[in-house]
């Protein structure tokens, strides 16, 4: 039982450690194309991020490799993997219910983040990235990882979602926490600027809270930042 835990937590923290590497690997070299010379000069940062983000990669696999031993061994949680289990429309509804979960945790959580006690103890690791870049997407302190690392695993004891469908949370996951650091937008500025991306965080969204710290909260979506009135709009690129 041991072994086949200490493999499963292995395989998940090797998954994540490549996922980031890949990921942020990929939309660094295209930023190194479309806006040559946008992380000239950080190269020091960018050993940082990538240090800090190879610790945070233990911290999300851990409890992701207990989960899946968990369910594969014993069954445990609400995942599925026969489309007939639940309705067709229920698979789009339930990554907008993991994706609006997880933005409602990551916004209260990385708002406590910014009171003085926790952003010297932490989160001032995250903010050390001035600017940020493609690789500072999981550059955390092991206490902010950790906050992050347990709200999927706690959602599949929670919300039933079919595998495939959390596979498609993970990739958004992955890719926005990337691109939302890069330093600029890749979608087109028509979309950026449209109704969707009044409500969707995008670069130029997420830039202005490394820029000005006490707004823009908000993970994949502006719904609690305008709730709230702290999202203060776009930077210009």
């Known amino acids: 039982m041991w072994t086949a835990l200490l493999i499963s937590m292995s395989a998940m923290t090797l998954i994540v450690a490549l996922r980031y590497l890949l990921t942020s690997g990929a939309f660094a ?14 190269s020091p940062q960018i050993r940082r991020e990538i240090g800090w983000s190879m610790v945070s990669a233990l911290i999300f696999g851990l409890p992701a490799g207990f989960v899946t031993w968990g369910w594969q061994q014993h069954g445990w949680t609400l995942l599925y993997t026969d489309m007939a289990d639940y309705p067709l429309w229920y698979l789009p ?19 406590l983040m910014h009171r003085p006690k926790w952003f010297r103890i932490a989160h001032a690791v995250h903010h050390a990235s001035r600017p940020p870049t493609a690789w500072a997407a999981m550059s955390f302190h092991p206490i902010e990882a950790l906050t992050g690392a347990v709200v999927i695993p706690l959602l599949v004891f929670l919300v039933p979602i ?8 993970l990739a958004v996951m992955t ?9 600029w937008d890749m979608f087109p500025r028509w979309l950026v600027h449209s109704r969707v991306g009044e409500w969707v965080i995008t670069a130029s969204h997420h830039q202005r809270h490394h820029d000005e710290y006490r707004c823009n909260y908000g993970l ?18």
């Open 175 to 183: 890719v926005m926490g990337v691109t939302n650091h890069m330093g």
């Open 220 to 237: 994949y979506f502006r719904f609690w930042d305008r709730l709230c009135k702290t999202d203060r709009g776009l930077v210009s690129h």
């Open 93 to 111: 509804l339930s990554v907008f219910l993991y994706l609006f979960a997880h933005d409602t945790w990551f916004y209260w959580t990385h708002r």
């Open 162 to 169: 079919h595998v495939a469908m959390l596979g498609v949370v």
């Open 29 to 42: 070299l295209a930023t190194s194309r479309v806006r040559p010379g946008l992380y000239a000069g950080l």
